[in-house]
């Protein structure tokens, strides 16, 4: 290993993957904020100056070109690569993760269910599902892995979604879309009880939520990205980041091309329901935007690492990332007494760039309270409950 791939390491983890991770969570949390945790307001903030209503577009463009989705992107590459690094090592040591793996699985989707409870947008629950298939595409090759998460990212299976709503549309309409009267049902309320948001969230909007990941094909492009960090963790390319790093600026460099063809044509591709073919063609060309800008991200994140002072400096946000599920969930549950009705309704106040700086705020807390964290306890409360019924005996949590 070189001396710059062992400012990476700490001790068997890597470090840079931990900061990947920290970040795309500062930028999930933020592009929440924006969404205000899935409770908009029930009538439009109206601005009292027309400096702050310029101040909420600004972060709205901000957040939709730069954040959105694509640290969506990061998370679901970085949970294929974890994926790996937990089945190699357990290989290193002669042993077949993929049993235990499977375990932890159900074990996150029982977190994810608890979650999505008081979070609609909760993407845990997903994670769960998609990592069965990922689990049984473990011993394919390389080149069918690269080939199957393309197909899935680009929208690929769309293309049968597609062909089967072409054939439903053939069925008086009665029989086609109960989930269009179901919608009609949601009505919530401006100040909810948290009874009736929990009952809707575990029953219309979990609908909701899963018919959006088969029908937008958020779902199968999350799976495809599983299965491209399976791929790099195959390769290595963390463990080795000084061999690849020419080729990552290159990549870089292509993309940045690419992105700038990609959104001047984009406004000259039809648009339509996504449920046609007219509508399915800009799929592809939004999820290649959506892609190489999680690419320059990450190569960025890459770059910057490489750097002695700007690593040190990153410290605090590696503890983050070591802690991304217990920040995930307490990002969210923050976020959602915040905004909700029931909580303090902040959503019925703040306008966008308030909102995001509410979560800027409490963020850093969370990052710095992480850092010291782990200077006393191995993992996070949630990391460590996981790991325990991973197990199935108690883990060490104290230093």
Same mark, same amino acid.
């Given at each position: 290993m070189r001396d710059n791939d062992k400012t990476i390491m700490g001790g068997s983890r890597i470090t840079v993957i931990d900061a990947m991770r920290g970040i795309a969570l500062v930028g999930i949390c933020l592009t929440h904020a924006m969404q205000y945790f899935g409770e908009y307001p029930a009538s439009p903030i109206r601005d009292s100056f027309a400096w702050i209503h310029s101040l909420d577009e600004a972060m709205r463009w901000f957040v939709n070109y730069f954040l959105a989705a694509k640290f969506y992107i990061i998370f679901s590459f970085l949970f294929g690569l974890s994926f790996f690094i937990q089945m190699d090592r357990a290989s290193q040591k002669g042993v077949d993760f993929r049993p235990r793996f499977l375990w932890r699985l159900v074990l996150l989707l029982m977190i994810g269910m608890l979650h999505n409870l008081i979070f609609p947008l909760d993407i845990l629950v997903i994670y769960a599902v998609l990592g069965f298939p990922l689990v049984l595409m473990y011993k394919l090759p390389n080149k069918l892995l690269v080939g199957l998460a393309c197909f899935f990212m680009l929208g690929?299976? %769309?293309?049968?979604?597609?062909?089967? %709503?072409?054939?439903?549309?053939?069925?008086?309409?009665?029989?086609?879309?109960? %989930?269009?009267?179901?919608?009609?049902?949601?009505?919530?309320?401006?100040?909810?009880?948290?009874?009736?948001?929990?009952?809707n969230n575990m029953t219309v909007r979990l609908d909701r939520k899963i018919r959006y990941q088969i029908s937008s094909g958020r779902g199968f492009m999350t799976l495809g990205l599983f299965i491209m960090g399976l791929v790099v963790g195959r390769i290595r390319l963390f463990h080795h980041l000084d061999e690849y790093r020419k080729k990552l600026y290159v990549g870089a460099a292509v993309s940045a091309v690419l992105l700038f063809a990609l959104y001047m044509i984009r406004p000259h591709i039809p648009r339509g329901d996504p449920n046609?073919?007219?509508?399915?063609?800009?799929?592809?060309?939004?999820?290649?935007?959506?892609?190489?800008?999680?690419? /320059?991200?990450?190569?960025?994140i890459v770059w910057v690492y490489g750097f002695g002072k700007a690593r040190q400096a990153l410290a605090p946000m590696v503890s983050y990332g070591r802690l991304g599920l217990t920040n995930y969930v307490v990002q969210s549950v923050v976020g959602v007494f915040a905004f909700y009705g029931f909580g303090l309704g902040l959503?019925?106040?703040?306008?966008?760039?308030?909102?995001?700086?509410?979560?800027?705020?409490?963020?850093?807390?969370?990052?710095?309270?992480?850092?010291?964290?782990?200077?006393?306890?191995?993992?996070?409360?949630?990391?460590? /409950?996981?790991?325990?019924?991973?197990?199935?005996?108690? %883990?060490? /949590?104290?230093?």
């Open positions: 690929g299976v %769309q293309l049968g979604v597609v062909a089967y %709503q072409a054939w439903n549309d053939r069925v008086p309409e009665e029989h086609v879309r109960p %989930q269009s009267r179901s919608k009609q049902r949601i009505g919530r309320p401006e100040k909810a009880l948290f009874g009736d948001t929990v009952y046609t073919f007219v509508g399915w063609i800009s799929m592809p060309v939004t999820n290649a935007i959506n892609l190489l800008t999680a690419y /320059l991200w990450m190569v960025g959503n019925q106040y703040f306008g966008t760039f308030a909102a995001v700086v509410f979560c800027v705020g409490y963020t850093v807390l969370q990052i710095y309270g992480s850092h010291f964290w782990l200077k006393k306890f191995r993992y996070g409360p949630l990391e460590w /409950l996981w790991r325990s019924g991973t197990y199935m005996r108690w %883990q060490p /949590l104290y230093r």
